[in-house]
Every structure is written in C-alpha cells, then in structure tokens.
C-alpha cells in the first residue's frame, strides 16, 4: 500500500510542478494525503512528522522525475491530464513512471519506515 500511496503522491506532485511551476505546500500536500487515506486506509492517522517523512520521499522521487524531459513531455500530451489528478492512472505514462520511480526507491531503501510500520499495523488489526 505505502507504494501506491507514494505513487499517487508523486504524480500529484508532478502535476502541480507543471501547472503551478511548483510544488505542493505542505498544507496541499497533507490534505492529498489524507484524502487518499480516506479512501484506501479510513482508520489510519497520520501524525505531523509521519507527513513530513512521506513528503520528503515524495519530494526526492519526484525531484528525479521532473528533471527527466520525456516525463513533461509525455504528460503534456495527454489529452485527460485533469482527470489524472482524482484518479491514479498507471497506464497514462505519468502514472506508469510516478510507479516505477517509487517502486526502484522503495527497493534502494531496503526499509519500510514508519509509514510501512503504520500499515503493517493496519493490516495486523484486521
């Protein structure tokens, strides 16, 4: 789960970059987050520094993303780029990279941190 849910994040992120030229405010991001978890995880809180844990991993995946060119330019195309903001798309190139990018980082780390502890949780409570 952390790894669509980072997912998601950084294509949100990604989005933002391209149509505002900058990244989500803390505020935006935490409400992106908790909207996700409203609708995947319901009973999962997130505190203040869990938020900021997710958004620097958001941040560093989609830093590397955005400095690739074929990324914009892929998104750009895409005739439905509102509609990928409500919904996860991992067949539309952004989605498809924002995925692969958060799966290889989530493989260098080798650790789940404390949002992978938090879920685990979750799923042990069920």
Known sequence: ??????????????????????WLSFAHFTESVQLWLSRHAPELE?????????????????????????TADDYLQSPHRFDDLLTANYTHPLGEQALSATLAACREKGSCGALCAALSERARRR
């Open 46 to 70: 997130c505190s203040e520094a869990l938020l900021q844990e997710i958004e620097r991993e958001v941040l560093q995946i989609a830093t590397r993303l955005s400095d690739d060119q074929a």
């Open 1 to 22: 789960m952390k790894v669509f849910l980072l997912s998601d994040l950084v294509a949100h992120g990604l989005v933002s970059m391209q149509i505002d030229q900058k």
